[in-house]
């Protein structure tokens, strides 16, 4: 799994294959089938993968914080990740999970547990928490996705520009 997740960093989502995998690992693709039942399992594991590493990089940067801190330190660690995982962060886009034992029912859980708790610093309505939820992750998302893809070529400072949208969330968040 550790190989795939690498594989899909470096040549990205579309670009991962079995055939690719086997050779990095040094066998034959059918030896892959031993470990994983095909193309779409090994994405649901990267992706399973995928959000508990996020979850813990955003857990842990949150730790101790509160409010916009918090904010903050969350957008951060889930940018870094992103930024250095675009291929296995990709895997978690739009798939769905199997069935209620499916590891990626658990791993997701896992993932916004940690924005719940950064929301928990903010004075929102029970009845608003997964609008906000669903605005973290649009914003978060399109920022370092298109980061991650060298979409901003304009000459502003991407560093300030993320620490603006950051404001804009918080003040968001505030004021709801």
Known sequence: MAAGAELADEVGLAALT?????ERVGVRTPSLYKHVAGQDDLVRRIAALALEESAVAVGTAIQGRSGRDALAAAAQAFRAY??????????????????????????GVRALAAFRAVLRGYDLPAADED????TLRSA??????????????W????????TWLVDLLDRGLRGS
């Open 18 to 22: 079995m055939g690719g995998l086997a």
């Open 82 to 107: 992103v930024l250095a995982h675009p291929g296995r962060y990709a895997t978690t886009v739009g798939l769905e999970p199997a069935g209620p034992d499916d590891p990626l029912v658990a791993a």
């Open 131 to 134: 609008h906000a939820l669903r």
């Open 140 to 153: 978060l998302h399109g920022f370092a996705t298109l980061q991650a893809a060298h979409g901003f070529q």
């Open 155 to 162: 000459s502003a400072d991407v560093d300030e520009s993320f």
